[in-house]
């Protein structure tokens, strides 16, 4: 689905900009998830996740050690997806490229 929006000229906001509000205020209204936004931008998780924590519209955690579960669940969606799809790695891969 293709959406046209005329904008005045001297706007200036780029597509980019405008992509990313609109995903950011979506997101706001529950309509997407996390992830889903973030594809919307074609942005990992975790940097669109910071947006909104630049923004105040989440909370990071207390401790900058643990995982904010607003992340926790995207990942776990995310993976679960992947696994629906067959797109999966052999165990013995899981941890390759870790200590790079």
């Given amino acids: 689905m293709q959406i046209t929006i005329d904008l005045p000229d001297n706007l200036s906001l780029t597509e980019s900009d ?3 509000e609109v995903a950011i205020a979506l997101f ?6 996390i992830e889903q936004a973030a594809q919307v931008i074609a942005m990992d998780v975790d940097d669109f996740y910071q ?24 990942h776990l969606r995310i993976s679960l997806q992947q696994a ?12 390759d490229g870790i200590d790079d």
């Fill in 18 to 20: 405008l992509r990313r």
């Fill in 28 to 33: 706001q209204q529950k309509i997407l998830l």
């Fill in 51 to 74: 947006i909104l924590v630049d923004r105040g519209i989440l909370t990071p955690p207390s401790d900058p050690d643990d995982d904010p579960n607003e992340l926790i669940l995207a």
């Fill in 84 to 95: 629906k799809e067959g797109n999966l790695k052999p165990v013995s891969e899981l941890w």
